[in-house]
C-alpha cells in the first residue's frame, strides 16, 4: 500500500491491492441492478449471501445466480462473484461434493432458522446437517456462520454471545478440520473467541459494525436505517472490533454485509434488518483505520487476509482512495423504489478515484 504522506502531513491519496467483500447482499431483479455497480466499482471479488427467496440451495442455483449477477454487471468493471450456499436441514453430502468440484462455490451459510432476513429455510437443529458438515471438513469447504442463537429466552443483545458457547463450540469439538468463518462479527467475546481459536477459524467485520455503537440506532429517536442484524451493540464492543480489524491479525477481514432493503421495508411498524453500505464500502472502512492511526493495515484486512483464508491470490489490479469530502445522496433508486444509504446525507471523507 503507497500513501502520499510527506513530512507528517495527512494522507490525501491512498493505494491498495484491489479489496475483496466476502459477505455481501446483492439481491436479485431490479435491486441487484441498482446495487451492483457500487460492488463491483470497489471490489475484485464478492462472496454473494444466498438468502434469496427461495435461497441458492443448491449448486444449480448457485450457476443461475452467478449467470444473473455476470449478466447485471456494467460493462467494462470486472467483479467476480463468489458464490455461497445456503444450509438447510435437508443439504445432502452429494450436493456438498457438487458445490465443490463445481468450483464457483467458496461456503456455505449457516442461518439458524429464524435469526435474520430471509432465513426461514434456514437450520433448525444443526445435528441434522452432520453428515453435510462432515462432507464440507473433508472437502475443505468453508462453512460461514451467522452467529446469532435465536432462543426467544435470550436477550437480543447477547444472542452471540450465546452461539458462542451453544452452537460454535460444539461444532468445533466435533468438526475440528472445519474452515468456519464467524461472519459479521459485533462483540468483544467474539474477537476474543477467534483469536483464541486455531487458524482454521476466521471472522468478517462490517464498516457499520466499525463505525457505530447501539447508540446510533436512538440518536434523537429510532433510526430503521441504523438497524440490522446482529444488531449494533455497545462502544465497549465497538473499540473491540476496531482493534481487531486494525491489528494486523489475518484472522480478520472485510465483508461489509451491505444489506439492501428498500425505504418502505425499512421505515415500517416492522422494518426489515439490514444497512445498505455498498455505495462507499471502502471508503468507509478507511475512515475506521484512519481513525485509528491505521491506515497502513488497510490493505492487509481489506486485500489479502480474506484473499489468503479463502486460498485465494491477491487482486492484480490498484485501487485508489483520495481525501475530498462529498454528501451522501438521501437515497437512491431501484427500480421505482427508493434506497437509503448509510449516512443519508451526511459526509464522507474519503472517495474514489476515478
Ligand atoms: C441481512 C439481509 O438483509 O439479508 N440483514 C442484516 O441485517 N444483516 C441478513 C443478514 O446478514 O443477517
Ligand atoms: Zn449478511
Redesign the pocket.
Known sequence: MSGGAEGGERVQELTLARPDDFHV?LRDGAMLRAVLPDTARRFGRALV?P?LSPPVATTDDARAYRAAILEALPAGVACEPLMALYLTDRTTPQEIARARASGIVHGVKLYPAGA???SASGVTDITRCFAALATMEAEDLPLLV?GEVTDPRVDVFDREEAFIDRVLIPLIERFPGLRIVFE?ITTRQAVAFVEGASSRIAATVTAHHLLYSRNAMFAGGLRPHMY??PVLKREVHREALVRAATGGNPKFFLGT?S?P?PRAAKEASCG???IYTAFAAIELYAEVFEAAGRLDRLEAFASLHGARFYGLPPNRERLTLVREAWTVPREYGCGGQALVPLRAGEQMHWRLKD
Open positions: 447482499h449471501m438468502n435474520t432476513t430471509n451467522h459479521h440490522c442484524l454485509d444489506a432493503h426489515c434488518a439490514g
